[in-house]
């Protein structure tokens, strides 16, 4: 892979990084300064579930930044990009289009193919 598309790829993996934190930082700011007592038991049913969810979220980002750190780790240790289950590059499209990939297309086809036969 060339050193512009890592530079790229780093950049974008940086900007998503970054876009998760704020929003995190943005839910833990919205949970503080929540009014604590709120008297209407179906408002407080409304905010309880709007903060469930938004902790979720929360969840699954927390996932995606883990990815994000392995993905940025690989670029620096010269992995970036390379199939885990075949050791052939994974396309840059499929970079682009997910620049977490662990697996080429075919690959990850195959697992997904074992999972599914499994019941996963």
């Given at each position: 892979m060339?050193?512009?598309?890592?530079?790229q790829f780093?950049?974008q993996?940086?900007a998503?990084k970054?876009?998760?934190?704020?929003?995190v930082?943005?839910?833990?700011?919205?949970?503080?300064?929540?009014?604590?007592?709120?008297?209407?038991a179906?408002?407080?049913?409304?905010?309880e579930?709007?903060?469930?969810?938004e902790?979720?979220?929360?969840?699954?980002?927390?996932?995606l930044?883990?990815?994000?750190?392995?993905?940025?780790?690989?670029?620096?240790?010269?992995?970036?990009g390379?199939?885990e289950?075949?050791?052939?590059d994974?396309s840059v499209h499929?970079l682009?289009a997910?620049?977490?990939?662990?697996?080429?297309?075919?690959?990850?086809?195959k697992?997904?193919?074992?999972?599914?036969?499994?019941?996963?």
């Amino acid at each position: 892979m060339e050193e512009k598309d890592l530079a790229q790829f780093k950049d974008q993996l940086e900007a998503i990084k970054n876009g998760i934190s704020s929003d995190v930082e943005q839910t833990l700011t919205e949970i503080a300064h929540q009014e604590g007592n709120i008297p209407d038991a179906n408002d407080r049913a409304s905010v309880e579930s709007d903060r469930s969810f938004e902790l979720r979220i929360r969840g699954r980002e927390r996932k995606l930044m883990e990815k994000v750190d392995e993905a940025l780790n690989r670029i620096d240790e010269g992995l970036y990009g390379i199939c885990e289950g075949c050791g052939e590059d994974i396309s840059v499209h499929r970079l682009k289009a997910r620049p977490v990939a662990t697996y080429c297309i075919d690959c990850k086809t195959k697992l997904e193919h074992q999972e599914k036969a499994q019941g996963r």
